[in-house]
């Protein structure tokens, strides 16, 4: 019965978006902003650390940037993570957006810039250094100008 309901629900749901997405195309021009919060997990390790250590913690990013064209948003992101034991990972990059079909929200990203780890309370060195990041993604549209 669940299980007929939860198939059901998603069925509607798939049906409510098309229907709206097929009613205002996605538009992507002039200034754009992204941001995300979650949950991430890291390891850290290295030779002379007195152990490894690890976990799962809140992340989150946030991107500025602007539209080149409708498939195309060039942007800066800042990412990062953080426990509360004081370890922190994160990145300042520059990244490309690249949206393959314009009039969908599937997006794929990459980009470069400056990474650091932080886990001085914890015992092990702080390195930084270049960084780098692919990715891929999905515009869910919510809103005529808000996805």
């Known amino acids: 019965m669940n299980r007929t309901i939860g ?16 009613q205002h195309p996605q538009t992507r021009q002039g200034f754009g902003i992204s941001f995300g919060f979650g949950a991430g997990s890291a390891v850290f390790t290295c030779d002379d650390c ?27 992101e800042s990412n990062g993570w953080s426990d509360p034991d ?5 990145a300042i990059l520059a990244v490309v957006q690249w949206y393959p079909m314009v009039e969908r ?3 794929l990203k990459g980009g470069v810039g400056y990474a650091y780890a932080d886990a001085m ?12 990041s692919l990715g891929a993604g999905y515009d869910l549209r919510v809103g005529r100008n808000f996805a």
């Open 7 to 22: 198939i059901l629900a998603l069925a509607l749901a798939l049906s409510l978006s098309a229907a709206a997405e097929a």
């Open 50 to 76: 007195p152990a490894d250590w690890g976990g799962t913690a809140p992340s989150g990013y946030l991107r500025l940037g602007g539209y080149l064209s409708p498939s195309v948003m060039l942007a800066g």
């Open 86 to 90: 004081g370890a922190s990972i994160g």
């Open 105 to 107: 929200g599937l997006y």
């Open 121 to 132: 309370d914890l015992g092990i060195d702080s390195p930084s250094g270049f960084g780098a």
